[in-house]
């Protein structure tokens, strides 16, 4: 069984920047397709960034061109890098083995205004 676990949250200033990561257990983390989701309080979960074995990426309209995510292989990790934070941005922000449909604890991002 896959076990993710994620870090990098925190406070940040509004137009700052953070970088999440992801580290996942197990083998076959390169064959994988992997997502970051994120929930604020009384929202839904949802996508933020997708990206699949061969690094191939989708996001929501809503970070396009703020967020980037990444993954390295060799570290069985993926990244989700947040530039330029709104206060619309605050959220705990999950990671998903898409394949296994494992989700990881959650890494909680504030912004300040």
């Known amino acids: 069984q896959v076990q993710l676990v994620e870090s990098g949250g925190g406070l940040v200033q509004a137009g700052g920047s953070l970088r999440l990561s992801c580290v996942a257990s197990?083998?076959?983390?390169?064959?994988?397709?992997m997502g970051w989701y994120r929930q604020a309080p009384g929202k839904q979960r949802d996508l933020v960034a997708f990206?699949?074995?061969?690094?191939?990426?989708n996001y929501a309209d809503s970070v396009k061109g703020r967020f980037t995510i990444s993954r390295d292989n060799a570290k069985n990790t993926v990244y989700l890098q947040m530039n330029s934070l709104k206060p619309e941005d605050p959220a705990v922000y999950y990671c998903?083995?898409?394949?296994?449909?494992?989700w990881g604890q959650g890494t909680l991002v504030t912004v300040s205004s």
């Open positions: 197990g083998s076959f983390f390169r064959l994988s397709s």
């Open positions: 990206i699949n074995s061969g690094g191939g990426t």
């Open positions: 998903k083995h898409e394949t296994l449909e494992v």
